[in-house]
């Protein structure tokens, strides 16, 4: 019988004094990438957001649960859920922006943290903030749903940017590293509809790998699928990593020589044009037939590829059908099709 998956919480209190001194000496670990949907956009509502909080500091109102994930081997705290109220009392403590727009204290209105009055200081220094540490006991795999669930009420994130946050470890590095690989933005430029600060990108190169590994095959829905495989392979050795990396950038290369701009995309019989945007399905389908096959053993040339690339796109109805659904046997289909038109 398998055990069940288990959460060990322990709830602390700490001043912000407290938790400002542990994220300078490191005993708190923000994560400088996770940035997209919980930072608060740089403008006028930024800043007006960040003077709110100080002033719910001074006026004792309620301050959200702010909760950790305590690591196995240092013990020191992840920042699951709270990233930017953390953020927030550092950068005040540290004189970094002058409160402004408040509607209650406009006294300190203009004034940084230094310029208050001492009584102001403490106030905000001793100010007692609830945690929730998920301890290291805790079911590795939980973290992530944790994260999931929080995140239910707030400004909704990616499945990428929850594995970013909850998945760190060799792996997750290799993914942030090969998302920015030049010849893969080259292919891809700015072409996902994504946000390109979601960690789109990283999670393209994440279904490859998960792809590749499981030989096409997947029975899990999508994001459990990556999900698990992330988890697998959180800590891979770095001479495993740096295979992974070899057989990415190969594949990168031969698709560049093959399709150039046209990669990733698909072609579009009412205009006579490649689709600027990437398609998810296509890169998977390309990426996986490419590098499943040696550049000396293909017989056609780039052009007649991209041409007969074309005419199945456009004629081909089983190849159109299946690039309209992601399931586990239309990947084959996809793949198995472009392997062909290669001519191996």
Same mark, same amino acid.
């Given at each position: 019988?398998? /055990? $069940?998956?288990?959460?060990?919480?322990? $709830?602390?209190?700490?001043?912000?004094? =407290?938790?400002?001194?542990?994220?300078?000496?490191?005993?708190?670990?923000?994560?400088?990438?996770?940035?997209?949907?919980?930072?608060?956009?740089?403008?006028? /509502?930024? /800043?007006?957001?960040?003077?709110?909080?100080?002033?719910?500091?001074?006026?004792?109102?309620?301050?959200?649960?702010?909760?950790?994930?305590?690591?196995?081997?240092?013990?020191?705290?992840?920042?699951?859920?709270?990233?930017?109220?953390?953020?927030?009392?550092?950068?005040?403590?540290?004189?970094?922006?002058?409160?402004?727009?408040?509607?209650?204290?406009? =006294?300190?209105?203009?004034?940084?943290?230094?310029?208050?009055?001492?009584?102001?200081?403490?106030?905000?220094?001793?100010?007692?903030?609830?945690?929730?540490?998920?301890?290291?006991?805790?079911?590795?795999?939980?973290?992530?749903?944790?994260?999931?669930?929080?995140?239910?009420?707030?400004?909704?994130?990616?499945?990428?940017?929850?594995?970013?946050?909850?998945?760190?470890?060799?792996?997750?590095?290799?993914?942030?590293?090969?998302?920015?690989?030049?010849?893969?933005?080259?292919?891809?430029?700015?072409?996902?509809?994504? =946000?390109?600060?979601?960690?789109?990108?990283?999670?393209?190169?994440?279904?490859?790998?998960?792809?590749?590994?499981?030989?096409?095959?997947?029975?899990?829905?999508?994001?459990?699928?990556?999900?698990?495989?992330?988890?697998?392979?959180?800590?891979?050795?770095?001479?495993?990593?740096?295979?992974?990396?070899?057989?990415?950038?190969?594949?990168?290369?031969?698709?560049?020589?093959?399709?150039? =701009?046209?990669?990733?995309?698909?072609?579009?019989?009412?205009?006579?044009?490649?689709?600027?945007?990437?398609?998810?399905?296509?890169?998977?389908?390309?990426?996986?037939?490419?590098?499943?096959?040696?550049?000396?053993?293909?017989?056609?040339? $780039?052009?007649?590829?991209?041409?007969?690339?074309?005419?199945?796109?456009?004629?081909?109805?089983?190849?159109?059908?299946?690039?309209?659904?992601?399931?586990?046997?239309?990947?084959? /289909?996809?793949?198995?099709?472009?392997?062909?038109?290669?001519?191996?």
């Amino acid at each position: 019988k398998q /055990e $069940p998956r288990r959460v060990i919480t322990q $709830p602390y209190d700490y001043s912000v004094q =407290d938790l400002v001194n542990k994220i300078r000496e490191k005993d708190i670990i923000i994560s400088p990438d996770y940035q997209r949907n919980y930072v608060w956009v740089a403008n006028d /509502e930024f /800043e007006n957001k960040r003077s709110r909080l100080i002033e719910s500091l001074l006026l004792n109102i309620p301050i959200p649960v702010i909760y950790f994930a305590e690591q196995k081997k240092t013990l020191t705290y992840e920042v699951i859920d709270g990233q930017q109220r953390l953020r927030t009392f550092e950068d005040f403590l540290n004189d970094d922006f002058k409160l402004k727009e408040l509607q209650i204290r406009t =006294d300190v209105n203009g004034k940084t943290y230094s310029e208050l009055e001492q009584k102001d200081k403490d106030e905000i220094r001793k100010r007692s903030i609830r945690a929730i540490v998920i301890l290291n006991d805790s079911d590795e795999e939980v973290k992530y749903e944790v994260f999931e669930r929080l995140n239910l009420g707030s400004v909704e994130l990616t499945p990428q940017e929850i594995r970013n946050n909850t998945l760190r470890g060799t792996f997750n590095n290799l993914l942030k590293e090969l998302a920015l690989d030049d010849s893969f933005r080259k292919l891809i430029k700015h072409r996902l509809k994504s =946000d390109q600060n979601n960690m789109a990108h990283e999670e393209l190169v994440l279904r490859f790998f998960a792809y590749h590994s499981s030989n096409l095959k997947r029975s899990d829905q999508l994001s459990y699928f990556l999900t698990k495989y992330m988890e697998d392979n959180r800590n891979i050795s770095d001479d495993e990593a740096l295979e992974l990396k070899i057989l990415f950038q190969k594949t990168i290369k031969k698709i560049n020589k093959f399709l150039g =701009d046209k990669a990733f995309s698909i072609f579009l019989s009412k205009t006579n044009t490649w689709n600027t945007t990437t398609n998810r399905l296509v890169f998977e389908a390309e990426m996986l037939a490419f590098s499943m096959v040696d550049e000396e053993k293909i017989t056609i040339t $780039p052009d007649q590829f991209v041409s007969e690339l074309k005419d199945r796109m456009i004629n081909d109805e089983n190849f159109k059908r299946s690039l309209g659904k992601s399931g586990g046997r239309k990947i084959q /289909e996809r793949v198995e099709t472009i392997i062909d038109l290669l001519k191996i």
